[in-house]
């Protein structure tokens, strides 16, 4: 179930279904120097990973990890073992890619992969302010940024992570330095006072920083609450808008010294397929907000109603416009699975019901069979 194995001449990777990220990259590696889109935690699995979208930081070069997803291996209700792929079983597949936890256990992957970068650039742009106008600002610079994403050079990638009077804008650019000093970073955060730019780094010193990082960002805890929120290039929040959520970030109480909000930025290759072409919906994602509190004891009321409050800000207080990525699951609404699937829940009722009408792989935010 852990197995990677790549074919050097197609460069098709077979991957078992409980594989992490960490063996998947270190295995592409070792077998044929190759990589593929994921996500920034090595102990992360793929089963669970590629399902509900993939995405990562290499997404806005190459999609989410389903869109390098070419067939598949997929236990279903009643026992049976069944290929997958666009061409074999086509329903289940498009089902799988985006809301697979409702239709099978996968425990094969084919996954089309890529050749490494030469070099990678990896880069940091800090503000530490308490004036939450001022962070307010320099998150509207990263906005204006990636509203230009269709212009965008898509080896550019990355995440801004808010925290109590600080935030950072970090990523990577997969190519050479003189292609990425073209984007002029440090001009464009001109107001950053903490500035680190590393050149000249091979893909899989890249990586390991990437996941060194995120194990910092989340260290192993007993309690915490989360919550998060797909926002689309055609729903960017305004001006006004991004003020208020950094007001509200920096001024309202958590429950708790350690939270953080995570702006994972996207676009790119992600936004080259149709809405439909998968399960998943958000094609024209610019980026997931999603806020973390951290805590010692159960969270209390106050820490989820800062959770919730803190959404409904970045939301403009329409939480209707919105999708919610189902990495992010939400059971505080009345609706989540018209949510995360949005146009594509229908289609995907209709299978269910043909191939798990009994609920067999059931969740209370899972994909339910007609009645």
Known sequence: MKTVKLDTSSGIASVGGGATLGDISRALHSQGRRQ???????????????TIGGLGMHSRLYGAALDVWKE???????GTIIRASESKNSDV??????????????????FQTYPEPEEVVNFQFTLVSKDSSELADFFKIGQEIMRGDKSLDRRFSTTAVVQ????????????????YLELNLKQRFAGAQNITETFNLTWTEHLERLFKATETLFPHQEYFDSLGTAIDFATLPNNDTIDRVF??????DPGSDEWFGLLDYYGGALRDAETSATAFPHRDLAYLFAIYVVTQQPTTRKTTEYVDRAILEIQDHKPERYLNYAGYGNLRIPTPQQTYWGPNLPRLEKIKSMVDGKDIFSTPDGVKPLH
């Open 36 to 50: 593929m889109p994921h996500g920034a935690s090595a102990s992360v699995g793929i089963g669970g990973h590629a």
């Open 72 to 78: 598949t291996e997929v236990v279903l209700a009643n």
């Open 93 to 110: 597949f498009w089902a799988l890619r985006g809301a697979g936890a409702s239709f099978g256990i996968v425990t094969e992957f084919k």
């Open 164 to 179: 109590k009077n600080i935030l950072t804008f970090s990523g990577a650019f997969f190519g050479p330095a003189d292609d």
């Open 247 to 252: 007001q509200y970030l920096q001024k309202q």
